[in-house]
């Protein structure tokens, strides 16, 4: 079955960085486009950046453009979110899963306990 785990999460200031992992299991990793999506406190989850099976094609929502950096380790079966200048906006918890491009919704209906991403002074 589908295995999503996410680490890295932590307290941060704004300004400051985290570099959140995934590792997934259960499916062929290098064959799905990949993506992080995050909730925050009373919100819905929403999408945040994808990227395609090789790296080549990377897509993020415009509240991250510039900021976070999302790669991958086909080898490793892993995602990465490398994220920078962090805001208090940015604070939720953050999840990985493949990713429907068509409509950025994920393409597994489970997901991981995922990581939380507190940004604070």
């Known amino acids: 079955q589908v295995q999503l785990v996410e680490s890295g999460g932590g307290l941060v200031q704004p300004g400051g960085s985290l570099r959140l992992s995934c590792t997934a299991s259960?499916?062929?990793?290098?064959?799905?486009?990949m993506g992080w999506f995050r909730q925050a406190q009373g919100k819905e989850r929403e999408f945040v950046a994808h990227?395609?099976?090789?790296?080549?094609?990377?897509y993020y929502v415009d509240s991250v453009k510039g900021r976070f950096t999302i790669s991958r380790d086909n080898a490793k079966n892993t995602v990465y979110l490398q994220m920078n200048s962090l805001k208090p906006e940015d604070t939720a918890v953050y999840y990985c899963?493949?990713?429907?491009?068509?409509?950025?919704?994920?393409?597994?209906?489970?997901w991981g306990q995922g990581t939380q991403v507190t940004v604070s002074s």
């Open positions: 990227i395609s099976l090789s790296g080549n094609f990377i």
């Open positions: 259960g499916f062929t990793f290098s064959s799905y486009y």
């Open positions: 899963n493949a990713v429907n491009t068509g409509n950025l919704a994920a393409r597994f209906g489970s």
